[in-house]
T-cell receptor, first 119, second 115 residues
């Protein structure tokens, strides 16, 4: 079974609107972390936001927020007030302590969602 | 500015040739990683190193080799044994010590094409 599932290969959003990118995960590790990265056409992976499994509140970073629903194993990324520069691939990733070992911090990535912002 | 530098950005190789991708970081990070990305796929871990002179295989290490002789450098060699080497390769590093979420910092990648 896939550890990270992103069911939306592509999404379109109107400029200035909000958009939600879906991510579900599968783990039996009680301690884990969830990440979202943005990959523009240049190729570099840009860190956006992090949510720890024990964090009580949903993470927010500027226009990015993470809708963390632990019981549903869901960690959706919400981008508010979309901008043309938000057009990119977006990847959800997970770090499991038990699986990867406390020191290795390996990340497992989903297949990504391509977001296109329409003027 | 601190960051990760990967070179070359684009590389063409004939079948049967080994090729080495460079990764240098000036972030003073102990841990470094190599990921492979194929079209429509997420990133898959090739090798990682948590400290100088030590490295471990990731999920798809076959046909690849690495070295970690210096903290700043983590080169990846794609050998002729790698059956399908055409891909986008990303190098990353991670800050150690607390507090630490495990966030990875990435380079801009190297695109390898086998002719």
């Amino acid at each position: 079974a896939q550890k990270i599932t992103q069911t939306q290969p592509g999404m379109f959003v109107q400029e200035k609107e909000a958009v939600t990118l879906d991510c579900t995960y599968d783990t039996s590790d009680p301690s884990y972390g969830l990440f979202w990265y943005k990959q523009p056409s240049s190729g570099e992976m840009i860190f956006l936001i992090y949510q720890g499994s024990y964090d009580q509140q949903n993470a927010t970073e500027g226009r990015y927020s993470l809708n963390f629903q632990k019981a549903r194993k869901s960690a959706n990324l919400v981008i508010s007030a979309s901008q043309l520069g938000d057009s990119a691939m977006y990847f959800c990733a997970m770090r499991e302590v038990a699986y990867s070992g406390a020191g290795s911090y390996q990340l497992t990535f989903g297949k990504g969602t391509k977001l296109s912002v329409i003027p | 500015d601190g960051g990760i530098t990967q070179s070359p950005k684009y590389l063409f190789r004939k079948e049967g040739q080994n090729v080495t991708l460079s990764c240098e970081q000036n972030l003073n990070h102990d841990a470094m990683y190599w990921y492979r990305q194929d079209p429509g796929q997420g990133l898959r871990l090739i090798y990682y190193s948590q400290i100088v002179n030590d490295f471990q295989k990731g999920d798809i290490a076959e046909g690849y080799s690495v070295s970690r002789e210096k903290k700043e450098s983590f080169p990846l060699t794609v050998t002729s044994a790698q059956k399908n080497p055409t891909a986008f390769y990303l190098c990353a590093s991670r800050k150690t010590g607390a507090p630490n979420t495990g966030e990875l910092f990435f380079g801009e990648g190297s695109r390898l094409t086998v002719l």
